[in-house]
């Protein structure tokens, strides 16, 4: 129990002395009035998951004077960001009424550290048990290295990713790291926080992880239908995770095939683009047959 002295030395007794009047006779102090129901602004937080099914959401910033602190509470408001990531994690991993049968791991607090580190963001579990998780957020990355018209999306993709890390199967340990990073990506893709430099790509390997391995499950989606990622992570939470009958039983062909397919739908997919370029050159052509200038600047504009 590092870090919990509590656990074995006892607290004090701690006395409440209610104020007293001059001749030594308690002054009643009055129960703070109910607060009145105050109607719920932010309906569209509320409406997919009822508050019971939260967890506990907490915040720490280590260091109110580093300039990545005024960077992130000026960014975003810190509760409803911390609690629109749980909804993103939650809507797209399990709560469907396609996938009744899926069941989000019992996380109860997920504590929000924002501190001085390199790197950009890790998530574990917390001294206390593996139902509590802390996101580690590095100060110096959302300070230095993003732009300041991206620190809010930014600051909710990273935030997002690492709230996967918070609900998601692993296979009882087994399964690879650049899947469990790929979810996590895949999720940030749907949530809609998608940075601009991602871009889809085949090469190297399917598992290589973050949004390499999360494209490739977007494309998996697309072609074996909603809900592929909810059953995939379905079966990460039943099962040890072995390769060759992991990707038969949820696909029907192996990993590798899936990836060269992959590859293959690219390939089109980039054709069809440049096709689509070519196209769009021949009509300016047409239009203006004359016209060699205009004629170049939309050849350029279309690489
Ligand atoms: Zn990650």
């Known amino acids: 129990?590092?870090?919990?002295?509590?656990?074995?030395?006892?607290?004090?007794?701690?006395?409440?002395?209610?104020?007293?009047?001059?001749?030594?006779?308690?002054?009643?102090?009055?129960?703070?009035?109910?607060?009145?129901?105050?109607?719920?602004?932010?309906?569209?937080?509320?409406?997919?998951?009822?508050?019971?099914?939260?967890?506990?959401?907490?915040?720490e910033i280590r260091d109110l004077n580093h300039d990545g602190a005024q960077t992130f509470l000026t960014a975003v408001i810190a509760s409803k960001a911390l609690h629109k990531a749980v909804q993103s994690v939650l809507s797209l991993l399990y709560q469907s009424p396609?996938?009744?049968?899926?069941?989000?791991?019992?996380?109860?607090?997920?504590?929000?550290?924002?501190?001085?580190m390199p790197g950009v963001a890790y998530t574990t579990g917390s001294d206390l048990d593996g139902d509590?998780?802390?996101?580690?957020?590095?100060?110096?990355y959302i300070h230095s290295s993003v732009s300041n018209d991206r620190k809010a999306h930014e600051i909710m993709g990273v935030l997002t990713h690492e709230m996967v890390h918070c609900y998601q199967y692993n296979a009882k340990g087994t399964c690879p790291g650049g899947l469990i990073e790929?979810?996590?990506?895949?999720?940030?893709?749907?949530?809609?926080l998608s940075p601009p430099h991602w871009k889809k790509e085949a090469t190297g390997k399917w598992d290589a992880g973050y949004q390499h391995t999360?494209?490739?499950?977007?494309?998996?989606?697309?072609?074996?239908?909603?809900?592929?990622?909810?059953?995939?992570?379905?079966?990460?939470?039943?099962?040890?995770y072995e390769e060759k009958r992991f990707w038969?039983?949820?696909?029907?062909?192996?990993?590798?095939?899936?990836?060269?397919?992959?590859?293959?739908?690219?390939?089109?997919e980039k054709k069809k683009v440049e096709d689509d370029e070519c196209v769009l050159v021949d009509r300016?052509?047409?239009?203006?047959?004359?016209?060699?200038?205009?004629k170049d600047i939309e050849t350029t504009a279309g690489k």
């Open 1 to 59: 129990m590092k870090g919990h002295p509590a656990a074995t030395s006892p607290l004090p007794t701690l006395v409440f002395m209610p104020p007293q009047s001059p001749r030594g006779t308690p002054i009643p102090i009055p129960a703070p009035a109910k607060p009145k129901e105050t109607p719920n602004l932010d309906s569209t937080a509320s409406a997919s998951a009822p508050k019971s099914t939260l967890p506990k959401l907490r915040l």
């Open 98 to 116: 396609d996938s009744p049968t899926t069941t989000a791991p019992p996380t109860r607090s997920v504590t929000l550290i924002m501190r001085s």
């Open 132 to 140: 509590h998780k802390e996101i580690h957020f590095s100060l110096d």
């Open 182 to 192: 790929g979810i996590a990506d895949w999720v940030r893709l749907h949530a809609e």
């Open 214 to 240: 999360g494209y490739f499950l977007d494309y998996l989606e697309k072609r074996f239908g909603e809900g592929l990622i909810r059953r995939l992570n379905e079966k990460l939470r039943i099962e040890r």
């Open 248 to 268: 038969t039983e949820l696909c029907g062909r192996p990993v590798e095939q899936l990836w060269g397919d992959y590859g293959d739908a690219l390939k089109k």
């Open 284 to 294: 300016e052509d047409a239009a203006t047959p004359t016209n060699k200038d205009a």
